[in-house]
């Protein structure tokens, strides 16, 4: 057991860069929005919803169908694409996985029917999930520690302003255009990553690199085995865990923010984008805190306060208090998340640095498969009542700080910042 973690040891280090130093804007801003083509492939058209019912003819369900497929394909997607990463390199899955997003995004807005439809999300949802997987582990490749933290949390902060622009944009959208224009535009977005990833994005997993790895895993299956240690899985769980917290709120949004409370789809898309902008803004802090504050910690708070705004949440639907009160709560409990996406994931993948891939991959699986898990969820009480809601999220969010305190690193120092040591990876 020394053996394996001495081995494990070796290969951070060989594994990690020279420096841990500031990844160059332009690249995070195309790997941003590589992260972005899911927020606005799922929030854009979410007001579209009750002309599309009409429109393909069918029912309210077949058409929240057409989300649930695409999450499904990102999760799939994810353990595809990022185990051919760590084969054969970051740039070549990630070029060809963009092209067929492409054509997959074009079937979406020219599909006949809704079978149709949710098949072409499907395939969106698989070739779009290149992007994401990859380029998390590009982040990995390049930085480690608090450097890789903070670079997570500006991806969080460019990519925040997909789900701001995004449900306003669509609410706008979808008179003039219909929902079939809107997802014309969702084309559009693929096609600018398509062209950002040509013109920034280099290879970050040499075959230099990926020669290391095969050589030091003969004998020793010791970086394969580093995706079952507790610390990995305790931090992925966390990060998969509070992501199926904001995809329950996503999914239940649009009921809770019409229906219940009364919005027009422009007020929805503005309170949505409220909540968008809190997330945003605490990921902006959380990349900014993280050279003065252990990354851990700083997960841990955010956890905290997104429990304390699930438990208000349950309180407000139990006691039969004014719907509008739940407009407080869920904010507090988005833009808490902030501090707990970027800070989850760089602690998850920060001992993996030879399979950041797959890493990457199973960190995305789990995010998604949640997501899509308790999308439908949410919605088993009818239009009318915050209950499910209610359940979903505090269930989901005391789980994600379950698993973060099982995957707490006792071998490292909890006080490690991004000014103790260039190589520390996190706690």
């Known amino acids: 057991m020394t053996t394996t973690a001495g081995n494990a040891e070796q290969m951070e280090r060989l594994l990690a860069p020279e420096e841990s130093r500031p990844i160059p804007g332009r690249l995070l801003l195309v790997l941003a929005l590589l992260s972005a083509v899911a927020p606005f492939a799922t929030d854009l058209y979410l007001s579209a919803f009750p002309s599309m019912t009409a429109d393909l003819g069918t029912t309210a369900t077949s058409v929240q169908l057409t989300l649930t497929a695409f999450l499904i394909g990102i999760a799939l997607g994810q353990l595809v694409f990022g185990p051919l990463s760590d084969r054969f390199g970051r740039m070549a899955p990630l070029v060809v996985g963009s092209l067929l997003c492409l054509a997959a995004s074009a079937a979406t807005a020219l599909a006949p029917t809704v079978e149709a439809l949710v098949a072409a999300r499907f395939a969106q949802g698989i070739t779009g999930a290149a992007g994401m997987v990859i380029g998390r582990a590009i ?6 520690g608090a450097a890789a933290a903070r670079a997570f949390s500006l991806m969080m902060l460019v990519g925040g302003i997909a789900p701001v622009v995004a449900p ?17 535009v969702v084309f559009a977005i693929v096609a600018a990553m398509f062209v950002g990833v040509v013109a920034v994005v280099r290879e970050t997993h040499t075959a230099e690199r990926r020669a290391k790895v095969r050589a030091d895993r003969v004998g020793s299956p010791s970086a394969l085995r580093a995706l079952g240690s507790r610390v990995y899985l305790g931090n992925a769980l966390a990060f998969a865990f509070a992501f199926a917290t904001m995809m329950a709120y996503i999914s239940a949004s649009p009921f809770v923010y019409q229906v219940m409370i009364g919005f027009s789809e422009v007020q929805y898309g503005i309170a ?31 956890l905290a306060l997104c429990l304390a705004a699930a438990i208000a949440i349950v309180v407000i639907v139990a006691s039969a208090a004014p719907v509008w009160l739940l407009v407080f709560p869920l904010w507090v409990a988005v833009a808490s998340l902030g501090l707990v996406f970027g800070n989850a994931t760089a602690l998850a993948l920060g001992g993996v640095a030879g399979v950041a891939g797959s890493a990457s991959a199973v960190l995305g699986a789990l995010q998604f498969g949640l997501g899509a898990l308790v999308s439908p969820l949410v919605g088993i009480g009818g239009e009318h009542t915050a209950a499910p809601l209610a359940a979903v999220m505090l269930v989901a969010v005391s789980i994600a700080c379950v698993a973060f305190m099982l995957g707490r690193d006792r071998r490292r120092p909890d006080a490690c910042s991004g000014s103790d040591a260039p190589h520390c990876r996190g706690d």
């Open 139 to 144: 982040i990995s490749d390049l930085a480690v």
């Open 272 to 302: 949505f984008g409220t909540n968008a902008i809190g997330l945003a803004a605490v990921s902006a802090v959380s990349a900014r805190l993280v050279a003065t504050h252990p990354v851990r910690r700083l997960a841990g708070t955010g």
């Open 168 to 184: 306003v944009l669509g609410s706008v959208l979808v008179d003039p255009l219909g929902w079939r224009g809107v997802l014309w």
